[in-house]
């Protein structure tokens, strides 16, 4: 995956995150699976991906589009397996606004 930008995280006392465009995220209880993150990806929604050590990278536009197949194959959705392999868990973070942004934790 190319990262378009290292992701400027301005974690606020609330918890949530503002993103470069200054767009507010928060995370949401809701969990990306295979269809709502197409839909999420459809719609125009960034990703950010946050492993150690590489720490955290934004995707957008084509790049996000780019990113969620080589994402999707690694996707946990359930209780996570013995880790013997990158693995991503995925949560959908909202703005005020209604926009989503995809926002995936790995370990390895």
Do not use: C
């Amino acid at each position: 995956m190319e990262a378009i930008r290292r992701f400027p995280v301005d974690l606020q006392a609330d918890g949530s995150i503002r993103a470069a465009n200054g767009r507010s995220y928060r995370q949401s209880a809701e969990r990306v699976k295979r269809a709502n993150g197409k839909a999420a990806i459809e719609s125009g929604a960034p990703i950010v991906t946050d492993v150690y050590p590489e720490g955290m990278y934004l995707f957008e536009d084509e790049a996000a589009r780019r990113a969620w197949p080589t994402l999707l194959p690694r996707l946990i959705v359930g209780k996570p397996p013995p880790v013997r392999d990158l693995r991503w868990v995925g949560h959908i973070w909202t703005a005020e606004d209604g926009s989503k942004m995809l926002f995936f934790n790995g370990s390895h």
